[in-house]
């Protein structure tokens, strides 16, 4: 199985913070990683697939890089509604295992 | 657009099976897409079950080893979901989920969830 390994767990940043959160794989899953953003209290949301691809509706401020085992969610200016738990997901193979979280306060 | 609704008890007791169903409206289940189910402990992460394409083709999380089972019935567009000898370690919000295509297995459409207890 494919293992998936987020960091940090958590983070504070100030409004109009450049957040970076990493997740690494325990092999190589070329692009197939997506991101999703948990608020409290709601259902997860896809924000980026394909590693990069920014899913329809998303805003611009959110971006995915990398490939291979390493791979970057940013937010270039933190604003108070994405306040959430992110989380990555490989999805080349099965299990399409989830990383463990990353919890972002303001 | 596709919608999803899990349902099924509230409660289960220990060693017993839980059983959840996931009606999709707006679209057939029969479409080019996987159907999911990913579950989160109270507190926790997200937890990756299973998935399964209408023709009935099934991929399992091996952490379930063989208390899992996910099924479609094309006739009421419904996923479901069986998990037998359930522990307190198994309550938790169950969510099904809509993968984007039949090659891309990302999660581009939940459900609300439905909470389940296990507990006597």
Not at chain 1, 22 to 27: D, F, G, I, K, V
Not at chain 2, 7 to 23: E, F, I
Not at chain 2, 72 to 100: F, H
Request: aromatic residues 10%; charged residues 15%; hydrophobic residues 30%.
């Amino acid at each position: 199985d494919i293992q998936m390994t987020q960091s940090p767990s958590s983070l504070s940043a100030s409004v109009g913070d450049r957040v970076t959160i990493t997740c690494r794989a325990s092999q190589g899953i070329t692009n197939y990683l997506a991101w999703y953003q948990q608020k409290p209290g709601t259902v997860p949301k896809l924000l980026i697939f394909a590693a990069s691809t920014l899913q329809s509706g998303v805003p611009s401020r959110f971006s995915g890089s990398g490939s291979g085992t390493d791979f970057t969610l940013t937010i270039s200016s933190l604003q108070p509604e994405d306040v959430a738990t992110y989380y990555c997901q490989n999805y080349l193979s099965a299990p399409r295992t989830f990383g463990h979280g990353t919890k972002v306060e303001i | 657009q596709v919608q999803l609704q899990e349902s099924g008890p509230g409660l289960v007791k220990p060693s017993r099976p839980l059983s959840l169903t996931c009606t999709v409206s707006g679209g057939s289940i029969s479409s080019s897409h996987w159907w999911n189910w990913v579950r989160q402990s109270p507190g926790k992460g997200l937890e990756w079950i299973g998935e399964i394409y209408h023709t009935g083709t099934t991929n399992y999380n091996p952490s379930f080893k063989s208390r899992v089972t996910i099924s479609v019935d094309k006739s009421k567009n419904e996923v479901s979901l069986k998990l037998n000898s359930v522990t307190a370690a198994d309550t938790a919000v169950y969510y099904c989920a809509k993968s984007s295509g039949f090659l891309q297995w990302y999660l581009e459409s939940w459900g609300q969830g439905t909470r389940v207890t296990v507990s006597s």
